[in-house]
């Protein structure tokens, strides 16, 4: 039997955020697809914005899968510079994709220009959130070490 310590724990896990950045890229197409094929069918009836629906939830998606799994990043400085380049590649891309999907321009799309810009916003707001967590996390663990009196090397 498999002991679970062996396992690594999500705060140890390093997915590199390109990575993360494509997996959304592969998304948008895929779930738009599939929300769309029922439409074509004449099945059911959708939005015209439907397609930057799917856009923005996969922004969103990496924003808070991205900043919880920087948790685990040892380098944090070219994990997060990672981070946001592949957070504008996704916002372009993906609105651009949504924009070929639906033939509507973000400014068309109802309020959508404003959910980016939000979606932004607490982007930055989760790293900054996360920045603050490891350092309380590194001030604890060397407080506990000193409490304990092992050397800080």
């Known amino acids: 039997m498999k002991d679970s310590s062996d396992s690594p724990k999500l705060f140890e896990i390093e997915i590199?955020?390109?990575?993360?950045?494509?997996?959304?890229?592969?998304?948008?197409?895929?779930?738009?697809?599939?929300?769309?094929?029922?439409?074509?069918i004449g099945w059911i009836d959708i939005p015209d914005h439907q397609a930057w629906t799917v856009s923005a939830s996969m922004v969103l998606m990496f924003a808070v899968c991205n900043s919880v799994l920087?948790?685990?990043?040892?380098?944090?400085?070219?994990?997060?510079?990672?981070?946001?380049?592949?957070?504008?590649?996704?916002?372009?891309?993906?609105?651009?994709?949504?924009?070929?999907?639906?033939g509507l321009s973000i400014y068309e799309a109802k309020s959508f220009k404003w959910i980016y810009v939000v979606f932004t916003f607490g982007?930055?707001?989760?790293?900054?959130?996360?920045?603050?967590?490891?350092?309380?996390?590194?001030?604890a663990q060397k407080q506990d070490k000193r409490l304990r009196g092992e050397s800080d090397e």
Not at 25 to 38: H, Q
Request: charged share 5%.
């Open 16 to 40: 590199n955020p390109y990575l993360q950045c494509l997996i959304a890229l592969i998304a948008i197409p895929t779930f738009t697809l599939l929300f769309y094929l029922p439409h074509w």
């Open 70 to 102: 920087s948790l685990g990043a040892d380098n944090v400085t070219p994990y997060w510079n990672k981070s946001i380049y592949s957070f504008v590649i996704l916002c372009i891309v993906g609105g651009l994709m949504a924009w070929y999907f639906s």
């Open 123 to 139: 982007y930055l707001l989760f790293l900054s959130i996360v920045t603050l967590m490891r350092k309380i996390v590194m001030i």
